[in-house]
């Protein structure tokens, strides 16, 4: 998630913001001031990046919901397929 957030902070950000971002983001990690990280998180809560993250695997999570249902309604009940149909869900609450 943490890489669609970027992806669309830089689609949504300012010039002035992405030159920052991706300056920031082109160093080592070993060299990155916390300011410059809490700049980019600010600037991820400012754009909506988070709930746009959080929506689109909300999204994704519920076409696997579709896709797992199709296949497993194929299947004899079972542990195995149980698990199968769940694995979307438990996806999206464990993050």
């Known amino acids: 998630k943490r890489t669609l957030m970027l992806i669309r902070l830089l689609a949504v ?22 300011d410059d990280v809490r700049y980019i998180r600010a600037r991820m809560d400012h754009h909506g990046c988070i709930d746009y993250a959080r929506q689109f695997a909300h999204g994704l999570a519920g076409a ?25 869900t438990w996806v999206l609450e464990r993050a």
């Open 64 to 88: 696997a919901q579709h896709a797992a249902a199709g296949i497993c309604d194929a299947l004899p009940p079972s542990r195995d397929r149980d698990f199968i149909a769940r694995l979307p």
């Open 13 to 34: 950000c300012g010039a002035h913001e992405r030159e920052r971002i991706v300056a920031t983001l082109s160093a080592p990690r070993r060299e990155r001031a916390d």
